[in-house]
């Protein structure tokens, strides 16, 4: 920055005691970018006891509307600390017209103050939030429900396109993804125990191990939290963005139910992917603890296929398969429903997206908790 | 009014566009396009929608990439400028686009005061004052500074957009549709608010519109494009001689027509 486009100035003072006039002199281009240096010093000048006062503007070089607030600031301050007479002189008739512009607008000119809410207002207003969010979470609940009951009187009625587009982006396209971790879950168990059985000389138990976790608990589970991350944080984030765009509200209009199209179909095809992923984790897990058994514990494939059979019983199967339609409703329905919770802003979708995310987990490992305590009950 | 915009007083004009090529993606948008913007005039873009006006302003704000041609701001050539480059000349234009692009995660004092955060280093207070003057310039009622994007209905949306552009003091300012999806009343608001801003602050004001009550009440110049071509360029008056049959159908549509007799009855 050159001297040229700073804003200055110079004060003249009385000699007596209490200066009983002020000159200050300015120059230079009073801007928004020159002003910066002289803004602490004018403050300060601004606070003398003066009882007239002159602002000699006849060397400022330009000015804008920071420049001008700043004159016009410095001159309110002056009058309200009990100068008889402020004045500016000299100033360039076109910033006069400016300078009286910003006075025509200074009064209606405050600066915004944000609301403050105390500690108890805001614990207050969470658990009001909370509770509306409960009973909204239960009216998509039934509403989802009698949508569905509604398609099951009229088939015609349900939407297949969007459920075949949904098996594709939601089933087919995480196969990659979910073969991977579960494949790595496996050879992390298998290597896990190896260590263990290897003391007991029980090498062959590595197949019980893997197969039972894999097959029981871990593959559904798995299954469940790439999809919920994978595509319940997709669908939150479209339906979010449709909310905030008015693209809910066209669709109403029209006379195509939100529900029918987003949501229904959403459900439909997680119920169908979601199972069906599970399987190829069950199968890829084991493979991977088949892998690492043979590397390990020298467990030939043939032997580690003809133990699983007798380790792992087909109800072993049917009870981790059984738990991935529940998921799939929990998270389909949380993500649809925190999408449906987007209002206003960008920011507002990304909170959703989240907020889906960490709630359909959370239920999901719930659920899974819950079956775990069914199938005790019904032993097995 | 800045020594800046006095040296390009001398030199003639803003906004030099030379034989500008523009395409998006295979469609070409402007075919050996060419205009120039003079210091502290209303310049306007004009024409169907799809023939490139807005096009033409993404180019000359440096969003959009030019195939080939000149482009000259304050007589610097924005065509291939890196953003480092391109920095100090974006810090003498202001844009208020057509749908505010309001940050919505923020109020809008912060919306405005952010610009100023950035690119000055006068206090938080002077900033706060700056920017609740800022708004009370648009014409907002003061309360609306603490309130978010979302809240504003569009007229007010505009205005706080145009508070942001506003912001640094530019002195040159882009404007996209100010007017479209106004309501009349708020609409000749916008109106008078562009009069003032190049009267008292001295701007240079380009903008894209269709409100043809707009044009008559501010533009001191207008182009009419067509198919990425200038039909012509001149006063509304001028224009409104032309001979061309889109320039014609244009200014003596129904529209046209009553826009015209009004500004006339005012005169």
Same mark, same amino acid.
């Given at each position: ?380 | ?58 180019? #000359?704000? =440096?969003? $959009? ?11 610097? *050539? +924005? %065509?291939? &400028? ?29 919306? #405005?005061? =952010?610009? $100023? ?11 706060? *004052? +700056? %920017?609740? &003057? ?33 912001? $640094? ?15 009349? &009343? ?82």
């Amino acid at each position: 920055m050159t001297a040229r486009q700073v804003a200055r100035f110079e004060i003249e003072t009385g000699t007596a005691a209490v200066p009983a006039s002020v000159n200050i002199r300015c120059t230079g281009a009073w801007t928004v970018q020159g002003i910066a240096p002289v803004e602490q010093p004018l403050t300060a000048v601004a606070q003398t006891d003066a009882v007239d006062c002159v602002i000699d503007a006849s060397a400022i070089s330009a000015l804008d509307t920071a420049g001008a607030w700043l004159l016009h600031r410095t001159v309110r301050t002056l009058e309200q600390r009990g100068a008889r007479t402020v004045r500016i002189i000299g100033l360039r008739p076109e910033f006069n017209t400016l300078l009286q512009l910003i006075t025509a607008h200074a009064a209606t000119a405050e600066p915004a103050v944000l609301p403050k809410v105390s500690l108890l207002a805001g614990i207050g207003a969470q658990t009001w939030y909370s509770l509306i969010h409960l009973t909204g979470m239960l009216a998509f609940i039934g509403e989802s429900a009698i949508v569905f009951l509604r398609s099951l009187l009229h088939p015609r009625r349900i939407r297949w396109l969007p459920i075949l587009h949904n098996l594709q982006t939601a089933g087919f396209e995480a196969l990659p993804i979910t073969g991977l971790l579960s494949f790595l879950m496996g050879v992390v168990i298998a290597y896990q125990g190896a260590d263990q059985l290897q003391q007991f000389g029980a090498n062959i138990f590595v197949v019980d191990l893997v197969g039972l976790a894999m097959l029981r608990e871990l593959s559904p589970l798995l299954t469940a939290i790439i999809v919920a991350g994978r595509s319940g944080s997709a669908w939150a984030a479209q339906i979010g963005t449709m909310k905030i765009g008015e693209e809910i509200d066209a669709l109403r209009t029209i006379g195509v139910g939100p529900q029918e199209l987003l949501v229904q179909p959403k459900i439909l095809a997680l119920i169908i992917a979601l199972p069906l992923l599970t399987v190829f984790a069950d199968i890829t897990g084991v493979i991977g603890g088949m892998v690492m058994a043979s590397n390990m514990l020298d467990i030939s494939f043939q032997l580690f296929i003809d133990r699983l059979e007798v380790a792992v019983s087909l109800s072993s199967f049917l009870t981790g398969v059984s738990k991935a339609p529940v998921f799939a409703v929990i998270i389909a329905l949380v993500g649809c429903f925190q999408g449906f919770q987007a209002s206003g802003s960008a920011d507002s979708v990304g909170r959703q997206t989240t907020v889906s995310v960490v709630h359909s987990i959370f239920l999901v490992i719930v659920a899974d908790a819950l079956f775990s305590i069914v199938f005790n009950w019904l032993e097995l | 009014m800045s020594t800046a915009n006095r040296n390009q007083q001398q030199s003639g004009s803003v906004i030099d566009i030379r034989h500008l090529h523009t395409r998006y993606g295979k469609a070409v948008v402007h075919e050996d396009a060419s205009l120039s913007v003079r210091p502290g005039e209303i310049f306007s873009l004009v024409g169907a929608s799809g023939c490139g006006k807005s096009t033409l302003l993404r180019a #000359v704000i =440096m969003l $959009l990439q030019p195939v080939s041609g000149s482009i000259k701001v304050f007589g610097q *050539e +924005v %065509v291939g &400028l890196s953003d480092e480059e391109a920095l100090p000349l974006r810090r003498r234009y202001g844009v208020m686009f057509e749908r505010g692009a309001l940050f919505s995660s923020l109020t809008v004092a912060e919306n #405005v005061s =952010m610009v $100023l955060r950035e690119h000055t280093q006068l206090s938080q207070a002077l900033i706060d *004052e +700056v %920017v609740a &003057l800022k708004i009370a310039l648009t014409g907002l009622p003061a309360d609306a500074g603490a309130k978010y994007p979302n809240e504003l209905s569009g007229g007010m949306r505009k205005r706080a957009s145009l508070a942001r552009a506003i912001a $640094l003091d530019p002195e040159l300012l882009f404007l996209d549709e100010p007017t479209a999806g106004l309501d009349p &009343l708020s609409a000749s608001g916008i109106d008078e608010l562009v009069k003032s801003l190049r009267d008292v602050l001295g701007l240079t004001i380009m903008m894209v519109t269709h409100d043809l009550d707009l044009l008559w009440r501010t533009a001191d110049r207008v182009a009419v494009l067509d198919k990425g071509q200038i039909l012509g360029t001149g006063s509304m008056t001028e224009l409104s001689k032309m001979d061309h049959p889109l320039v014609r159908e244009y200014f003596y549509g129904p529209r046209g027509r009553a826009a015209r007799e009004q500004a006339w009855k005012r005169k």
